[in-house]
Structures are given as structure tokens and as C-alpha cells.
């Protein structure tokens, strides 16, 4: 509760009563030397108090916490007296106060498609991503449109459990629809996504299902696609059909995860970064641009702030999306207020603020919440082939030498390295050697400078896989001069 702006009120037998407050420590929050927040309204019956009240967004008291488009977490507690003291009924809530509000939608109107899945997953493991196959239904006589995801998590292990969830969309033809029928979830239970064991489903992922149809994280809501857009959240997932003019896709930006992203213990803050690159953009986005209409940006438990950048001829634009109050337990496709185009040859930037305070190892890009990641999700229309565009730290002439490592049995992947040489590291795995490193600060700072503003390489994949360029490096554009909002008046 330290730092909270907080309000206190209520009705007692001689009225309304209402103080704006800071709190400074572990009890009653001081009374704020200015009172910005404003009592609107109050009234009191047997079973309910309700204050109406308000403030300027930023009222340039140190008292106050500016209220901006960034994740917010609201505290609250309620005593049955008027007495102020501490609260056993209390809780908190992560809400995006700016964000507009969904559409309404009668969804009787539609058709609906769940996705059952029920599934006991091995043990022993604190992160499986397992991947079950669905068949969608059947509209022979015209195509219809998905507009509308809800993630059903119906217990409380499905809702303690679930990290994230993609739906995939598996682009098959005709004469290998037979292929399928042994992985359909009404006869077989699924299998590791991305690791081989044995199931076959992670071969089936990489070959035929790479395009997303729909990202949810933790924490994430109901999503309903806008008139203009289309696509939308499920342990369960349920989706609403009804064509529309423009047909929706969504796009993976940000650091293409790997063991080479790492973040050095005890740092806060370090920033990782993963671009999409003009050249992927200028080669694979249509003739006239994409429009973008919902961003999700994820992380995960290091996670402090995500901006995502936007650049046009060297210019940098008003970022896209930006969370400065980033919650891992709080992930949502957040609708932009309004559209943003994005034009072939335009650039975009991912970035994450981390922190690893706590942390005695260092933390490396992967699937589990104990590694991390660097991604948005941007929905957008009209749809195209390319579902990824982004990099990653790859200069291993830097980075091997670094750790003392000369040579090792894979240079790309998530997957943890087998050492080859020296002869003295042999055997053993890049992530040991790595969490035996002496990170001193000199170090840990010009290693944030390298992976930051050194080239990193492209990754920019369709349908027909990934795309390679005769420079196939990205960073920033050159002497860009980064984005500043304009200062906000305060009153």
C-alpha cells in the first residue's frame, strides 16, 4: 500500500464524510496536504454506501498519482463502522481506466463454436504448452466470419494453472485432410506443442499451423471484433460467425525468444527489445497498409513496462500501445482508440522493462513464466500471410567469448545448449555456465548497451515460412530521435 493514493469516506450520522489521502507506510494513510479529490454525491442504506467522486487525471500534487492509459491497480476495504482502522474485507483490481468499452453484442444472434478441452497434464513439469486439434464446423453453402472469443475457465485450477493460450489456425489441403483425423481431439488427448514427445503433435505445429487466429494471456477478458476488423477469448473457446467486409489477422512483434536473450540477476531495470523490420514490411504487407485495431503486449513475471514503437522514414511516430504499470496477472487485447496504419516499409519496436530484483540466476527467453518473453499481439485488417515479424540477439562472436564458451551444439532455438568447447566447459549446459558468470556492474552494463543497440537478426515468417533478406540485420533506424509525448497540463 505504500505510495497509493488513497480516499477515504463515508456517511455517519452528521453527514457525508470524504479525505483525500497518501499513504506512507503499513497504517492510516496521512491526510494529502491538497485536496484534489472531489466528493460528487454520497448516500447510505441498509445494505450499501455509494460515493460519487472525482479529479483531474493529473493534478501536479506528489500526493496524487497521475491517472494515465497505463495498467492501473485499484485497493480497496469497507468496515461496517465509520471507525478508520484496518479492514479485513479488502481486495485489488487491475483495470486500463482510458481503454473504450467493448461492444455490446446480443451473441444469441450468432452462431457459437466451443472448444472443449479437459485434459491431465504430466507431472513434474512447472510449464507445458499442450496442443490439442479441432475441426471446425462445416458451412458448405457460404464462409462465415469469427467475430467473438471468451475463454471459459470454469474451476479454479483451470484458472490458477492457464498462463496463455493461441489458436492457431492450420492451413491444410484438400488431399491432407486425412492427416488430421488421428490428431482430432475426439481421438487423441494432444501432446507437447513444441517439443517432439512423441506424439507427433509438435511436427503437426510446425508444419501446418504456424498462423495465429487468436492470442489470450492471463488475465484477459472477453474479446468482440469492431464492424470494421474481423476476428476475437477460453479453456473453453467460443466464437461468434457473421461475415463482414474486411477479414482480420493477427501479428506476432517483438524479440523472437531464445536462450541468447538473457536478463543478468539482480537488475532493475533491463531493457529487452525485438523489431520488426522495414524490409519484412516492405516485402510482405499489402500494397496499402494494414490497419491495426487491438494490441495484447505480454511478458512475463520480470515484466515492469512494454512499449511497442512505431517508425516511417527514419521518423519515430506516437507509440502504438505503451503500459507503464505492466501485470502479468492482467494481459488484455486493449482496442486502440483509434486505428493505426501501418505502411510497407514501416518499422515497429517492442520493448520491455525488466526487473530481476530477487533473482540469484540469470533469466533467459523461453516458454516457461520462469523465463521470458518480449511480444505484441497486434490484430489488424486486412488479413495477409505474415504472422511474424521480429528479431533477436545473435552476435555470438560477442557473446560466446563473454562467458568463456568457444563453441556450442546449437546456435538458434529456445532450447538449452550442450557446451562443445573448451574442453574445460565440455558437456556441460550454456544456461550452468552462464548462472556461474560474474556479473559485476561494469559487465551487466555493456551488456545492456550490446543487446540493445547492437544489429540483431530478422525473423519474418508467413505461411510458406520465413523470409530471408540479403541484410538480414535490424536495429533502430539510424539518428532516430525517439518519440516524446507532449507534456500533460496538470492543474
Same mark, same amino acid.
Given at each position: 500500500?505504500?505510495?497509493?493514493?488513497?480516499?477515504?469516506?463515508?456517511?455517519?450520522?452528521?453527514?457525508?464524510?470524504?479525505?483525500?489521502?497518501?499513504?506512507?507506510?503499513?497504517?492510516?494513510?496521512?491526510?494529502?496536504?491538497?485536496?484534489?479529490?472531489?466528493?460528487?454525491?454520497?448516500?447510505e442504506?441498509?445494505?450499501?454506501?455509494i460515493?460519487?467522486?472525482?479529479?483531474?487525471?493529473?493534478?501536479?500534487?506528489?500526493?496524487?498519482?497521475? &491517472?494515465?492509459?497505463?495498467?492501473?491497480?485499484?485497493?480497496?476495504?469497507?468496515?461496517?463502522?465509520?471507525?478508520?482502522?484496518?479492514?479485513?474485507?479488502?481486495?485489488?483490481?487491475?483495470?486500463?481506466?482510458?481503454?473504450?468499452?467493448?461492444?455490446?453484442?446480443?451473441?444469441?444472434?450468432?452462431?457459437?463454436?466451443?472448444?472443449?478441452?479437459?485434459?491431465?497434464?504430466?507431472?513434474?513439469q512447472?510449464?507445458?504448452?499442450?496442443?490439442?486439434?479441432?475441426?471446425?464446423?462445416?458451412?458448405?453453402?457460404?464462409?462465415? =466470419?469469427?467475430?467473438?472469443?471468451?475463454?471459459?475457465?470454469?474451476?479454479?485450477?483451470? %484458472?490458477? =494453472?492457464?498462463? !496463455?493460450?493461441?489458436?492457431?489456425?492450420c492451413?491444410?489441403?484438400?488431399?491432407?485432410?486425412?492427416?488430421?483425423?488421428?490428431?482430432?481431439?475426439?481421438?487423441?488427448?494432444?501432446?507437447?506443442?513444441?517439443?517432439?514427445?512423441?506424439?507427433?503433435?509438435?511436427?503437426?505445429?510446425?508444419?501446418?499451423?504456424?498462423?495465429?487466429?487468436?492470442?489470450?494471456?492471463?488475465?484477459?477478458?472477453?474479446?468482440? &471484433?469492431?464492424?470494421?476488423?474481423?476476428?476475437?477469448?477460453? !479453456?473453453?473457446?467460443?466464437?461468434?460467425?457473421?461475415? +463482414?467486409? =474486411?477479414?482480420?489477422?493477427?501479428l506476432?512483434?517483438?524479440?523472437?525468444?531464445?536462450?541468447?536473450m538473457?536478463?543478468?540477476?539482480?537488475?532493475?531495470?533491463?531493457?529487452?527489445? @525485438? !523489431?520488426?523490420?522495414?524490409?519484412?514490411?516492405?516485402?510482405?504487407?499489402p500494397?496499402?497498409?494494414?490497419?491495426?485495431?487491438?494490441?495484447?503486449?505480454h511478458? =512475463?513475471?520480470?515484466?515492469?513496462?512494454?512499449?511497442?514503437?512505431?517508425?516511417?522514414?527514419?521518423?519515430?511516430?506516437?507509440?502504438?500501445?505503451?503500459?507503464?504499470?505492466?501485470d502479468?496477472?492482467?494481459?488484455?487485447? +486493449?482496442?486502440?482508440?483509434?486505428?493505426?496504419?501501418?505502411?510497407?516499409?514501416?518499422?515497429?519496436?517492442?520493448?520491455?522493462?525488466?526487473?530481476?530484483? @530477487? %533473482?540469484?540466476?540469470?533469466?533467459?527467453?523461453?516458454?516457461?513464466?520462469?523465463?521470458?518473453?518480449?511480444?505484441?499481439?497486434?490484430?489488424?485488417?486486412? +488479413?495477409?500471410?505474415?504472422?511474424?515479424?521480429?528479431?533477436?540477439?545473435?552476435?555470438f562472436?560477442?557473446? %560466446?567469448?563473454?562467458?568463456?564458451?568457444?563453441?556450442?551444439?546449437?546456435?538458434?532455438?529456445?532450447?538449452?545448449?550442450?557446451? %562443445?568447447?573448451?574442453?574445460?566447459?565440455?558437456?556441460?549446459?550454456?544456461?550452468?555456465?552462464?548462472?556461474?558468470?560474474?556479473?559485476?556492474?561494469?559487465?551487466?552494463?555493456?551488456?545492456?548497451?550490446?543487446?540493445?543497440?547492437?544489429?540483431?537478426?530478422?525473423?519474418?515468417? @508467413?505461411?510458406? @515460412?520465413?523470409?530471408?533478406?540479403?541484410?538480414?540485420?535490424?536495429?533502430?533506424?539510424?539518428d532516430?530521435?525517439?518519440?516524446?509525448?507532449?507534456?500533460?497540463n496538470?492543474?
Amino acid at each position: 500500500m505504500f505510495g497509493a493514493d488513497v480516499i477515504i469516506g463515508g456517511v455517519n450520522s452528521n453527514g457525508p464524510y470524504f479525505t483525500d489521502r497518501w499513504a506512507t507506510a503499513k497504517r492510516e494513510p496521512k491526510i494529502d496536504d491538497h485536496q484534489d479529490w472531489e466528493l460528487i454525491s454520497a448516500s447510505e442504506n441498509n445494505t450499501h454506501t455509494i460515493l460519487n467522486f472525482g479529479r483531474p487525471f493529473d493534478t501536479c500534487d506528489p500526493e496524487d498519482l497521475p &491517472i494515465t492509459s497505463a495498467t492501473t491497480k485499484v485497493i480497496w476495504s469497507m468496515g461496517m463502522t465509520d471507525v478508520i482502522q484496518y479492514h479485513a474485507k479488502r481486495g485489488s483490481r487491475s483495470v486500463n481506466m482510458f481503454d473504450p468499452a467493448p461492444p455490446k453484442y446480443d451473441v444469441s444472434e450468432f452462431d457459437t463454436w466451443e472448444l472443449n478441452v479437459n485434459t491431465s497434464l504430466p507431472n513434474g513439469q512447472d510449464t507445458v504448452y499442450w496442443c490439442t486439434c479441432h475441426r471446425s464446423p462445416d458451412f458448405p453453402e457460404y464462409k462465415k =466470419h469469427i467475430v467473438g472469443f471468451e475463454v471459459m475457465l470454469d474451476n479454479e485450477e483451470a %484458472l490458477a =494453472h492457464n498462463h !496463455h493460450m493461441i489458436l492457431h489456425n492450420c492451413l491444410v489441403k484438400k488431399e491432407n485432410y486425412d492427416l488430421f483425423e488421428s490428431y482430432l481431439v475426439e481421438n487423441n488427448p494432444g501432446g507437447l506443442c513444441y517439443t517432439n514427445d512423441g506424439s507427433g503433435m509438435s511436427d503437426l505445429v510446425a508444419q501446418y499451423c504456424q498462423s495465429y487466429f487468436y492470442v489470450w494471456a492471463k488475465g484477459g477478458g472477453p474479446l468482440f &471484433i469492431p464492424d470494421n476488423g474481423e476476428r476475437f477469448d477460453s !479453456h473453453k473457446e467460443r466464437f461468434s460467425f457473421l461475415l +463482414r467486409e =474486411h477479414e482480420a489477422g493477427v501479428l506476432s512483434v517483438g524479440n523472437y525468444y531464445s536462450y541468447t536473450m538473457m536478463i543478468p540477476p539482480n537488475t532493475d531495470p533491463f531493457v529487452v527489445n @525485438g !523489431h520488426c523490420s522495414s524490409q519484412c514490411t516492405n516485402s510482405q504487407f499489402p500494397e496499402l497498409r494494414i490497419n491495426v485495431f487491438n494490441v495484447l503486449l505480454h511478458s =512475463h513475471l520480470c515484466g515492469r513496462k512494454i512499449k511497442l514503437r512505431h517508425y516511417r522514414n527514419g521518423t519515430e511516430l506516437p507509440w502504438i500501445s505503451t503500459d507503464d504499470h505492466y501485470d502479468f496477472n492482467y494481459q488484455q487485447n +486493449r482496442a486502440l482508440l483509434e486505428n493505426r496504419q501501418i505502411l510497407p516499409g514501416d518499422g515497429m519496436t517492442t520493448e520491455c522493462t525488466d526487473s530481476t530484483t @530477487g %533473482l540469484n540466476n540469470t533469466t533467459f527467453g523461453g516458454l516457461s513464466t520462469k523465463d521470458e518473453m518480449c511480444d505484441a499481439y497486434l490484430m489488424y485488417f486486412p +488479413r495477409m500471410e505474415l504472422h511474424t515479424c521480429s528479431s533477436a540477439f545473435q552476435d555470438f562472436p560477442y557473446l %560466446l567469448p563473454l562467458f568463456g564458451i568457444e563453441a556450442v551444439d546449437s546456435y538458434f532455438g529456445v532450447t538449452d545448449p550442450t557446451i %562443445l568447447s573448451p574442453a574445460s566447459l565440455a558437456g556441460k549446459k550454456f544456461s550452468e555456465v552462464v548462472n556461474a558468470f560474474n556479473w559485476t556492474p561494469e559487465i551487466k552494463a555493456e551488456f545492456q548497451n550490446k543487446t540493445l543497440f547492437s544489429y540483431q537478426r530478422i525473423f519474418c515468417a @508467413g505461411n510458406d @515460412g520465413f523470409v530471408n533478406f540479403q541484410d538480414n540485420s535490424v536495429n533502430y533506424p539510424e539518428d532516430y530521435v525517439p518519440y516524446e509525448p507532449p507534456p500533460f497540463n496538470c492543474t
